[in-house]
């Protein structure tokens, strides 16, 4: 059975005249990565607030692990990493005693638990060097230590990209796919920016002033983002026939809005409207389409 660490249901924020999340509803399933996608002041924030335990809900409610209610939550909380944009760090300590400061302020029992958490983001051998000369890709490592500490089965980063170089990216990517593919680990990670999370992400939510417009896998990403000829006729059973029996390719798909995208014979637009018109349909548009990650994403929250 599909195991769900969170769900939101009717999920609510108002701050004084600000409606920060309307009535959300979505659920995490265990072993995924979500990118949680929204441009400024969408709301992820606040959801992730209200996760963490950090902020309440003015209506509706959640589950963590299965479990709800405020008591039952706050147990779960303990099951849950979490690190925001910029992580507070003590700049004149070294990476361990970073650590260790936060051990023992979480009353984690364990000492081990460092050692482990250093090696598991790739800082174990940064020895006496302290934070303040630490690259942002290595200060962002250490952020996410911090919240691997309690060795949690949820992990939640927000922007945890924002600011990086490309190499720093790239370490923040490699380490978050070995800590869902290696560890099992559940990720939430929210961003402005779909492209950003590509390469991680097995899930995506965006999040548009405050509510859920869109959830979708990797795949059906892909498929929505391909390029197509989309044709729009009179009739599309009659276009659908029209490509298999002139065109001879079954590389289409017919849409609900009865659009027929067509994957194939993206070079010969013309030969597409000769057949189409030579099946005697009524052609009403035609137009190569699909769409770079971003473009999706901008087109999604109507930004184009
Ligand atoms: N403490 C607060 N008091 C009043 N309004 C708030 C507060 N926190 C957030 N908001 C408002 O709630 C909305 C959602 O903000 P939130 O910070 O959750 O968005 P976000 O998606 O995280 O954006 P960003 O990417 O900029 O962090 C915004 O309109 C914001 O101005």
């Known amino acids: 059975m599909e195991e769900s660490v969170f769900e939101a249901r009717n999920l609510t924020k108002k701050y004084r005249g600000t409606l920060a999340l309307d009535h959300i509803n979505f659920s995490l399933r265990r072993g995924e990565v979500y990118g949680f996608i929204g441009e400024n002041g969408a709301g992820k924030t606040t959801t992730i607030r209200l996760i963490t335990g950090l902020s309440f809900p003015s209506e509706g409610s959640m589950s963590l692990f299965g479990k709800s209610g405020e008591k039952e939550l706050q147990r779960q909380r303990a099951r849950i990493g979490c690190m925001v944009e910029t992580p507070a760090l003590y700049k004149n300590m070294t990476a361990e005693q970073n650590l260790e400061a936060q051990r023992i302020q979480r009353g984690i029992p364990d000492k081990e638990c460092i050692r482990k958490?250093?090696?598991l983001v790739g800082l174990s051998d940064t020895g006496k060097k302290t934070v303040r000369h630490f690259s942002l890709g290595m200060r962002q490592r250490l952020g996410i230590a911090m919240a691997l500490l309690n060795d949690p089965e949820f992990l939640?980063?927000?922007?945890?990209i924002n600011g990086l170089d490309p190499s720093g990216i790239v370490e923040i990517r490699e380490l978050m796919k070995r800590l869902n593919q290696e560890r099992g680990i559940t990720l939430l990670v929210s961003s402005h920016i779909l492209s950003e999370l590509y390469q991680t992400a097995t899930r995506y939510i965006l999040l548009h002033k405050g509510r859920v417009l869109e959830e979708l896998t990797q795949n059906e990403l892909d498929e929505k983002c391909k390029r197509h000829i989309?044709?729009?006729?009179n009739d599309a059973a009659s276009t659908a026939a029209a490509l298999e029996n002139t065109l001879h390719t079954t590389n289409f798909q017919v849409m609900p809005d009865n659009?027929?995208?067509l994957y194939d014979h993206l070079d010969n637009m013309e030969d597409v409207a000769r057949v189409l018109?030579?099946?005697?349909?009524?052609v009403t548009g035609l137009s190569l389409a699909g769409d770079s990650l971003e473009?999706?994403?901008?087109?999604?929250?109507?930004?184009r």
């Open 230 to 233: 989309a044709i729009k006729t």
């Open 156 to 160: 939640i980063l927000d922007e945890p």
């Open 277 to 282: 018109s030579q099946a005697g349909l009524l």
């Open 117 to 119: 958490t250093l090696k």
């Open 295 to 303: 473009d999706y994403f901008l087109h999604k929250i109507g930004g």
């Open 259 to 261: 659009t027929v995208r």
